[in-house]
């Protein structure tokens, strides 16, 4: 990341931001480990509650469901350490556009295990302050994780159509089979559906889910 003329090391820009952020306690490489182990959600509050109770290892997802993901959600997922530059710049741009009029639709930025980050760690509701601290937490998940590793988290945890968390919770609910049963066809479906899963549920609204699959 650069500042000025001066490049700054994600690494160092995440131990900077890394302590505390707005009054927020970031959590340790220890808590990292631990919450992205057990697949718990901790948001620093009252609440703290398991967010899929049946979690899933790199082994149980059928690998064109992790390959779809990246296609559609970080096409550089295995190249940057947490957060992808470019994507951010493109998706800063986009926006801006959109702001004075142009009709161009809304891209986000994030990378896959920022999305990561913002589940378990986060609050949607915090915009500016939330993506920065979603920005200091990536690169220390990759420090601790593996990037097969960092992929079957988001996969166990993805916030998905009608109040559920996890490909295995919605190909249960969509086709009434676990996840490492779907077939093509339904993985290019659970994954077209992001990131707006409850606008594209196919009960719901079966044009728009349709669309989204063979994008």
């Given at each position: ?169 919605a190909s249960r609910y ?17 994954v077209g559906m992001l ?21």
């Amino acid at each position: 990341i650069a500042i000025g003329a001066t490049a700054i090391p994600e690494s160092v820009l995440s131990r900077a931001l890394g302590l505390t952020l707005w009054g927020y306690a970031m959590p340790d490489d220890q808590t990292l480990r631990q919450a992205l182990s057990a697949c718990q959600i901790d948001r620093y509050s009252s609440r703290e509650y398991v967010l899929c109770p049946r979690r899933l290892g790199e082994q149980d997802f059928p690998k064109f469901l992790g390959e779809a993901l990246i296609a559609s959600e970080d096409r550089t997922f295995y190249e940057h350490h947490g957060i992808d530059k470019l994507a951010v710049v493109s998706a800063f741009a986009t926006n801006g556009l959109r702001a004075i009029g142009l009709p161009l639709p809304r891209r986000g930025g994030s990378s896959i295990t920022q999305q990561l980050a913002r589940t378990l760690f986060l609050d949607e509701r915090d915009g500016w302050s939330r993506k920065i601290r979603e920005a200091a937490l990536a690169p220390r998940i990759e420090r601790v994780l593996t990037k097969p590793e960092i992929l079957a988290a988001y996969m166990n945890v993805v916030p998905h159509a009608r109040g559920m968390n996890g490909f295995d919770a919605a190909s249960r609910y969509f086709f009434g089979v676990p996840v490492n049963a779907i077939r093509l066809e339904e993985a290019a479906l659970l994954v077209g559906m992001l990131p707006a899963p409850n606008d594209r549920d196919p009960p719901r609204n079966p044009q728009a889910a349709l669309e989204s699959a063979t994008r």
